[in-house]
Antibody, heavy 123, light 107 residues
Framework: EVQLLESGGGLVQRGGSLRLSCAAS????????LSWVRQAPAKGLEWVSA????????NHADSVKGRFTVSRDNSKNTLYLQMNSLRAEDTAVYYC????????????????WGRGTLVTVSS | EIVLTQSPATLSLSPGERVTLSCRAS??????LAWYQQKHGQAPRLLIY???NRATGIPARFSGSGSGTDFTLTISSLEPEDFAIYYC?????????FGGGTKVEIK
């Protein structure tokens, strides 16, 4: 089954760090750009970070720039999000999402999502 | 940053009714706009991309239109499984942004 599976979430103190992982199955992982999108409790969707298929381009939302880093290991079919200096406002379900078209183009829509992993930052 | 404003925030409707949801961008996004559906406790699902193209497996009752700054998602006849929250998203400029969502609830 084609899927994404996030892991690594949990409870962390303000100022702490976490690394999220997103494992992909049953598609050519290295051919697709990926993103992290988060959703705070009872709130809407917020794009966080993106990485191109080849891994040479990244983008981060201003709210996480300098604190979060996206990376990928195409040999392990896994996307990562290193989160440092965590704040209470980072509390959310973090989704990994795949774009719908192969390659390093700009088709930044998401046709496959994981179930998400919950990050809770305590103050 | 491009701000997407969705209206209304909530719609109360009955099965079989026609639904029109609005998404307005703070500046032109050309046709680079998508719509997603999210049900409670689930991940979002892509419905429409590039304003008017249905994603794979999406029923024909869902349609999208618009360009520039004004976009519409239409559900021609509401099915029970369509009660959910709908989000728009633009890919015209970084950062990618989502609208605040419209909740379609059962009347």
């Amino acid at each position: 089954e084609v899927q994404l599976l996030e892991s690594g979430g949990g409870l962390v103190q303000r100022g702490g760090s976490l690394r999220l992982s997103c494992a992909a199955s049953e598609f050519t992982f290295s051919s697709y750009a990926l993103s992290w999108v988060r959703q705070a409790p009872a709130k809407g969707l917020e794009w966080v970070s993106a990485m191109s298929a080849s891994g040479d381009r990244t983008n981060h939302a201003d709210s996480v720039k300098g604190r979060f880093t996206v990376s990928r290991d195409n040999s392990k079919n896994t996307l990562y999000l290193q989160m440092n200096s965590l704040r209470a406002e980072d509390t959310a379900v973090y989704y990994c999402a795949k774009v719908g078209v192969r390659g390093n183009g700009d088709f930044w829509y998401f046709d496959l999502w994981g179930r998400g992993t919950l990050v809770t930052v305590s103050s | 940053e491009i701000v997407l404003t969705q209206s209304p925030a909530t719609l109360s409707l009955s099965p079989g009714e026609r639904v029109t949801l609005s998404c307005r961008a703070s500046q032109s996004v050309s046709n680079y706009l998508a719509w997603y559906q999210q049900k409670h406790g689930q991940a979002p699902r892509l419905l429409i991309y590039d304003a008017s193209n249905r994603a794979t497996g999406i029923p024909a009752r869902f349609s999208g239109s618009g360009s520039g700054t004004d976009f519409t998602l239409t559900i021609s006849s509401l099915e029970p499984e369509d009660f959910a929250i709908y989000y728009c998203q633009q890919r015209s400029n970084w950062p990618l942004t989502f609208g605040g969502g419209t909740k379609v609830e059962i009347k």
